[in-house]
């Protein structure tokens, strides 16, 4: 009989997990910001060219970008509700929510998807290359739509599958192999629009090196209310989808048989196998997902129609498919927690154009509170962890592990566990 | 000077939804061998983990040699002297077994270089002079459990410990290896040395302790003088009811044969022979069948072949009939197989799913359990609440408790539930009643032996020779990987079965 203690029984909401979970990431951002600041400030002071108003008009645009308006006549800047910035931030964070997506998936089965590069990239290949064809063809455009979104995501499962393969049967580590394939994947992308001249966008001048965009060939997503939103801005239908995806993964993960499997493979891959669930099928299953959902990111940012995309990537892999990690890490894995942590990280993008737009500062301090940000980010396990002592030790218990643990590969949250782990254990015995 | 080096007094510790310390007073002598015994769950790891500073209590003191300290981090107790050996190893794998010895407590040169040399040199002369045999340079993973724990031994050793804590430390050790260990936990008392011994055993408790203190629920019950007590009182204060420690079952009454092993080979990940060569038995619905050996000799590999978490090379496997040899893991449990694994951490549990979920851990796909491949959460809860109750799991929160943070006792009660109550022909039990409270062993006995009258097969391996003489319909020895000798545990002693496990007798062979 279990013995319940109806004083100390659950504990309160605002104290539970996923509450710490969103503190912690929180607490990050405005770290991240904070440190933002303090770059504007020091820049702002090393440059003539800066006064310390501008400076105070950088640090606002840091925090409030999104809402600025632009200047008065007396040249103030104004806030206010921007749709074109707030339609762009959502359709900018369509492709980080997806690879956010893509790496906490894996995550949850206990694979560190670094690969979502290359799975953003074959995406890309796939829904371009389909697409046009199809577009040129004169098929109805929402069958060509349809085909150009599910090679992209075909192809990016394929190519996610690979590293899981590998990974199931040979124990390779999913990290090196994902590596590999991502600069596979960068050539092989090279290789295939330099081999078809029809891709390329030759038409308009000055456009050298890039594919001809979708919207030439109406092959695109409709906008599903977003034009009424947020009127000027390149939103679209794709964040709908993105929306669904996420919550339909989360439903895939916590509610269904195949979700328990998963998170079963990465919480303890031993047991897993022990009671009868096919492990090497999860993890090749889960690198898959992970590689479809990377490349649904990049399907639907190119869907848009008017993105355009720059087809020699041999020497550069795509920044989305990084920054899927932080997305994650912020969100703590957590399937509509990436919603979230993918529009603010596309927020602060928007705020760098301002920056850029409105003042003397360029566009890279955004860059560096995205770095700084996914700094802390590994940090929101530590600050997590410190967090859910404190709150539990004011409930009467210090949920401490003892100190070194050496039980066998079990919990598997944070990458950079993982990769401990993974040197630590040299992989399965 | 105070009589006792250490007091914990009025200490309570709380977790979530249980009061695992209720108002608990310990004392410890200098040079004493103290027992610490309750059930599972009691709260006894708690309380020590209390004292190593791993837990802080809401209410109570701590005094060492009559002064109130304050114990807030392991750093503090190690400096006060206090050290302990956990019910599951805290060591790091891929460390060598010096490396782990000195890890936390290193000296260091005048640029902060390891001085390893004179580390390794007063390690030796520890492992010399208590007899702690440990190759340094090994890897942990690659040795045995009892070697591990000689590594926590040193490693309490090497910190100049006064205080040593022994959680459980006989659970996963062999009979002669306790017997070791009881040894050198005499030399330290003798040396002065204060030790306090967490066991379920009670043998070990009358064998070696000065005095025991009796834990139940969380709250104390007493400290008796071990001279002045005997087993069936320990256990009625224990338990808080007469506990039955002979087993009574009904002769055994066996059927049709429903596992069939001919000629089972499984290699060996050690060394270049085979772990198990050429094994051939039955097990008939009705009976308990014991595979009785010293730790090491094939019995891990043999339920791996069979369980199929190993790919045997050669031989064939029936089940009911059907050939299993070459079939899945899944397959095989279908085929009618439930099984209680060796090791609860690695093979039997998911420790960060809950309670509920480590449950349905097979069962998840049942149509009971899952509608369109989604589960049905209000069944599961309801089936585990069922288990819970039938089994006595203890836990903090029930159904929703994490898996780590029950005691052990109580895992291990929660994988027995899972693997009884799937009611499989054919029951392979690994050391099911490791690391349980007398009271809760009796409860498992029972359920095996009711299994058995069921009429199911029950293939049990256990390092203990009073379980496999108690349990068991009939005995297999396994020495070397072979089955050197079948007997019947009313006709055989102790001392026989011991000849056959140390390979100094074997059957077929002796006329030659
Ligand atoms: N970290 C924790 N978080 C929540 N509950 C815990 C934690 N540690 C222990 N408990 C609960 O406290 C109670 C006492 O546990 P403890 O491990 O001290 O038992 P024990 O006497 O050592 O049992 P066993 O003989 O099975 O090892 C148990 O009900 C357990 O579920
Ligand atoms: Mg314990």
Redesign the pocket.
């Given at each position: 009989m279990p013995?319940k203690d109806p004083v100390t029984g659950k504990l309160k909401w605002y104290k539970s997990e996923g509450a710490v979970a969103v503190y912690s990431a929180l607490i990050s951002i405005l770290i991240g910001m904070a440190v933002g600041a303090v770059i504007v400030i020091i820049v702002g002071l090393s440059k003539s060219n800066i006064s310390s108003s501008g400076i105070v008009e950088g640090i606002k645009l840091v925090f409030l970008g999104v809402f600025s308006t632009g200047r008065d006549s007396a040249g103030q800047l104004v806030f206010g509700f921007n749709g074109v910035n707030m339609g762009n931030m959502l359709f900018r964070a369509v492709p980080l929510i997806m690879t956010g997506l893509s790496v906490a998936i894996a995550f949850k089965t206990g694979l560190f998807n670094i690969g979502a590069a290359g799975q953003y990239l074959m995406g890309t290949m796939g829904t371009l290359s389909v697409g046009l064809w199809l577009g040129w063809t004169g098929c109805p455009k929402a069958i060509a739509w349809l085909c150009a979104f599910l090679v992209g995501v075909l192809l990016g499962a394929l190519w996610g599958a690979i590293p899981g393969i590998f990974k199931a049967f040979l124990n390779i580590n999913e990290v090196i192999t994902c590596i590999m394939t991502n600069w596979i994947a960068a050539n092989l992308v090279t290789w295939w629009f330099d081999a078809h001249e029809m891709f390329k966008n030759s038409a308009e001048g000055g456009k050298v090196g890039y594919i001809i965009p979708l919207k030439n060939v109406g092959v695109v997503t409709p906008k599903l209310l977003m034009d009424k939103l947020f009127a000027g801005s390149q939103a679209n239908g794709g964040f709908w989808i993105a929306v669904l995806i996420a919550i339909a993964m989360w439903i895939m993960m916590t509610k269904t048989t195949f979700g328990y499997e998963l998170r079963a493979c990465g919480a303890n891959r031993h047991a897993a196998k022990y009671a009868g669930i096919n492990d090497k099928k999860n993890i090749i299953l889960s690198m898959a997902i992970a590689g479809a959902l990377a490349a649904a990111g990049a399907s639907l940012y190119f869907l848009s129609g008017n993105t355009e995309f720059y087809w020699s990537t041999y020497q550069k892999l795509p920044a989305e498919g990084f920054n899927g990690i932080p997305v994650a890490l912020l969100a703590a894995n957590h399937p509509i927690g990436v919603i979230f942590s993918g529009i603010f990280m596309s927020m602060l993008n928007i705020s760098g154009i301002q920056l850029k737009y409105l003042t003397a500062y360029n566009e890279y301090i955004a860059d560096i509170i995205i770095a700084v940000i996914v700094y802390l980010s590994a940090f929101s396990m530590l600050i997590k962890m410190m967090l859910s002592k404190r709150i539990k030790h004011d409930h009467g218990?210090v949920?401490a592990e003892p100190a070194v643990s050496a039980a066998p590969a079990d919990d598997a949250e944070a990458p950079a566990e993982i990769v401990k782990k993974e040197t630590k254990k040299g992989g399965q015995k | 000077m105070s009589e006792y080096v250490i007091e914990m007094n009025h200490i309570r510790k709380e977790?979530?939804g249980?009061v695992?310390n209720d108002d608990i007073t310990l004392q410890l002598r200098k040079g004493e061998i103290h027992a610490l015994l309750?059930?599972?769950?009691?709260?006894?790891?708690?309380?020590m983990?209390v004292l190593f500073g791993l837990y802080q209590p809401e209410a109570g003191e701590i005094k060492k040699d009559g002064k109130v300290v304050k114990i807030n981090n392991p750093n503090d107790a190690t400096a006060l002297g206090i050290g302990m050996v956990h019910?599951h190893f805290k060591l790091i794998d891929v460390f060598t077994v010096l490396d782990n010895i000195i890890l936390g407590a290193e000296t260091t040169g005048a640029l902060g270089f390891l001085k390893k040399k004179e580390a390794r040199e007063k390690v030796l002369a520890l492992s010399e002079k208590y007899g702690l045999k440990v190759d340094v340079d090994a890897k942990v993973e690659d040795i045995t459990v009892g070697m591990q724990q000689r590594v926590e031994i040193l490693k309490m050793l090497y910190r100049d410990n006064e205080i040593l804590i022994f959680?459980?430390p006989t659970a996963v050790l062999t009979p002669q290896e306790i017997d070791e260990l009881m040894e050198i936990m005499k030399g330290f008392a003798k040396e002065g040395k204060s030790i306090l011994f967490?066991t379920?055993k009670l043998n070990e408790i009358m064998a070696v302790s000065d005095r025991v203190t009796v834990?139940r629920k969380?709250k104390y019950v007493g400290t008796v003088n071990t001279k002045e007590t005997n087993k069936q009182e320990l256990s009625n204060m224990m338990v808080g009811r007469p506990v039955q420690l002979e087993l009574k079952k009904k002769p055994a009454k066996p059927g049709e044969t429903i596992l069939k092993v001919e000629g089972l080979t499984v290699p060996s990940k050690i060394h270049k022979n085979n772990a198990v060569n050429n094994v051939s038995f039955d097990v008939r619905a009705g009976e308990i069948l014991c595979i009785a050996g010293i730790d090491g000799n094939g019995q891990t590999e043999l339920i791996f072949g069979l369980t199929g978490l190993e790919k045997a090379t050669a031989g064939k496997v029936t089940l009911c009939g059907k050939d299993i040899s070459k079939a899945s893991i899944k397959q095989r449990a279908l085929a009618g197989m439930s099984h209680i694994p060796e090791d609860r951490h690695k093979h039997g549990l998911v420790l960060s799913y809950t309670l509920e979920q480590n449950l349905v851990l097979q069962k998840y796909k049942e149509p009971r359990f899952q509608n369109h491949g989604f589960i049905k959460f209000d069944e599961v809860r309801e089936y585990a609440e069922q288990l819970i109750e039938d089994f006595d799991v203890?836990?903090?929160q029930g159904p929703i408790?994490v898996t780590r943070?029950?005691?052990?006792?109580?895992q291990q009660k929660a994988i027995i539930a899972r693997e009884i109550d799937r009611d499989e022909p054919l029951l392979i039990a690994v050391q099911p009643t490791r690391?349980l409270?007398v009271g809760a062993i009796e409860h498992i006995h029972n359920q095996i032996v009711a299994e058995r009258d069921k009429g199911h097969a029950v293939l049990l391996v256990s390092l203990e020779l009073e379980e496999v003489m108690g349990l068991s319909d009939r005995i297999l020895v396994i020495y070397e990987g072979e089955i050197v000798g079948e007997v019947d545990p009313k006709k055989t002693t102790p001392e026989e079965l011991g000849l056959y496990m140390s390979g100094a007798k074997r059957q077929g062979k002796e006329g030659n």
């Amino acid at each position: 009989m279990p013995r319940k203690d109806p004083v100390t029984g659950k504990l309160k909401w605002y104290k539970s997990e996923g509450a710490v979970a969103v503190y912690s990431a929180l607490i990050s951002i405005l770290i991240g910001m904070a440190v933002g600041a303090v770059i504007v400030i020091i820049v702002g002071l090393s440059k003539s060219n800066i006064s310390s108003s501008g400076i105070v008009e950088g640090i606002k645009l840091v925090f409030l970008g999104v809402f600025s308006t632009g200047r008065d006549s007396a040249g103030q800047l104004v806030f206010g509700f921007n749709g074109v910035n707030m339609g762009n931030m959502l359709f900018r964070a369509v492709p980080l929510i997806m690879t956010g997506l893509s790496v906490a998936i894996a995550f949850k089965t206990g694979l560190f998807n670094i690969g979502a590069a290359g799975q953003y990239l074959m995406g890309t290949m796939g829904t371009l290359s389909v697409g046009l064809w199809l577009g040129w063809t004169g098929c109805p455009k929402a069958i060509a739509w349809l085909c150009a979104f599910l090679v992209g995501v075909l192809l990016g499962a394929l190519w996610g599958a690979i590293p899981g393969i590998f990974k199931a049967f040979l124990n390779i580590n999913e990290v090196i192999t994902c590596i590999m394939t991502n600069w596979i994947a960068a050539n092989l992308v090279t290789w295939w629009f330099d081999a078809h001249e029809m891709f390329k966008n030759s038409a308009e001048g000055g456009k050298v090196g890039y594919i001809i965009p979708l919207k030439n060939v109406g092959v695109v997503t409709p906008k599903l209310l977003m034009d009424k939103l947020f009127a000027g801005s390149q939103a679209n239908g794709g964040f709908w989808i993105a929306v669904l995806i996420a919550i339909a993964m989360w439903i895939m993960m916590t509610k269904t048989t195949f979700g328990y499997e998963l998170r079963a493979c990465g919480a303890n891959r031993h047991a897993a196998k022990y009671a009868g669930i096919n492990d090497k099928k999860n993890i090749i299953l889960s690198m898959a997902i992970a590689g479809a959902l990377a490349a649904a990111g990049a399907s639907l940012y190119f869907l848009s129609g008017n993105t355009e995309f720059y087809w020699s990537t041999y020497q550069k892999l795509p920044a989305e498919g990084f920054n899927g990690i932080p997305v994650a890490l912020l969100a703590a894995n957590h399937p509509i927690g990436v919603i979230f942590s993918g529009i603010f990280m596309s927020m602060l993008n928007i705020s760098g154009i301002q920056l850029k737009y409105l003042t003397a500062y360029n566009e890279y301090i955004a860059d560096i509170i995205i770095a700084v940000i996914v700094y802390l980010s590994a940090f929101s396990m530590l600050i997590k962890m410190m967090l859910s002592k404190r709150i539990k030790h004011d409930h009467g218990n210090v949920n401490a592990e003892p100190a070194v643990s050496a039980a066998p590969a079990d919990d598997a949250e944070a990458p950079a566990e993982i990769v401990k782990k993974e040197t630590k254990k040299g992989g399965q015995k | 000077m105070s009589e006792y080096v250490i007091e914990m007094n009025h200490i309570r510790k709380e977790f979530p939804g249980i009061v695992a310390n209720d108002d608990i007073t310990l004392q410890l002598r200098k040079g004493e061998i103290h027992a610490l015994l309750g059930e599972n769950g009691a709260g006894k790891s708690t309380l020590m983990s209390v004292l190593f500073g791993l837990y802080q209590p809401e209410a109570g003191e701590i005094k060492k040699d009559g002064k109130v300290v304050k114990i807030n981090n392991p750093n503090d107790a190690t400096a006060l002297g206090i050290g302990m050996v956990h019910q599951h190893f805290k060591l790091i794998d891929v460390f060598t077994v010096l490396d782990n010895i000195i890890l936390g407590a290193e000296t260091t040169g005048a640029l902060g270089f390891l001085k390893k040399k004179e580390a390794r040199e007063k390690v030796l002369a520890l492992s010399e002079k208590y007899g702690l045999k440990v190759d340094v340079d090994a890897k942990v993973e690659d040795i045995t459990v009892g070697m591990q724990q000689r590594v926590e031994i040193l490693k309490m050793l090497y910190r100049d410990n006064e205080i040593l804590i022994f959680d459980e430390p006989t659970a996963v050790l062999t009979p002669q290896e306790i017997d070791e260990l009881m040894e050198i936990m005499k030399g330290f008392a003798k040396e002065g040395k204060s030790i306090l011994f967490i066991t379920h055993k009670l043998n070990e408790i009358m064998a070696v302790s000065d005095r025991v203190t009796v834990l139940r629920k969380g709250k104390y019950v007493g400290t008796v003088n071990t001279k002045e007590t005997n087993k069936q009182e320990l256990s009625n204060m224990m338990v808080g009811r007469p506990v039955q420690l002979e087993l009574k079952k009904k002769p055994a009454k066996p059927g049709e044969t429903i596992l069939k092993v001919e000629g089972l080979t499984v290699p060996s990940k050690i060394h270049k022979n085979n772990a198990v060569n050429n094994v051939s038995f039955d097990v008939r619905a009705g009976e308990i069948l014991c595979i009785a050996g010293i730790d090491g000799n094939g019995q891990t590999e043999l339920i791996f072949g069979l369980t199929g978490l190993e790919k045997a090379t050669a031989g064939k496997v029936t089940l009911c009939g059907k050939d299993i040899s070459k079939a899945s893991i899944k397959q095989r449990a279908l085929a009618g197989m439930s099984h209680i694994p060796e090791d609860r951490h690695k093979h039997g549990l998911v420790l960060s799913y809950t309670l509920e979920q480590n449950l349905v851990l097979q069962k998840y796909k049942e149509p009971r359990f899952q509608n369109h491949g989604f589960i049905k959460f209000d069944e599961v809860r309801e089936y585990a609440e069922q288990l819970i109750e039938d089994f006595d799991v203890r836990s903090g929160q029930g159904p929703i408790t994490v898996t780590r943070s029950m005691s052990g006792g109580n895992q291990q009660k929660a994988i027995i539930a899972r693997e009884i109550d799937r009611d499989e022909p054919l029951l392979i039990a690994v050391q099911p009643t490791r690391g349980l409270d007398v009271g809760a062993i009796e409860h498992i006995h029972n359920q095996i032996v009711a299994e058995r009258d069921k009429g199911h097969a029950v293939l049990l391996v256990s390092l203990e020779l009073e379980e496999v003489m108690g349990l068991s319909d009939r005995i297999l020895v396994i020495y070397e990987g072979e089955i050197v000798g079948e007997v019947d545990p009313k006709k055989t002693t102790p001392e026989e079965l011991g000849l056959y496990m140390s390979g100094a007798k074997r059957q077929g062979k002796e006329g030659n």
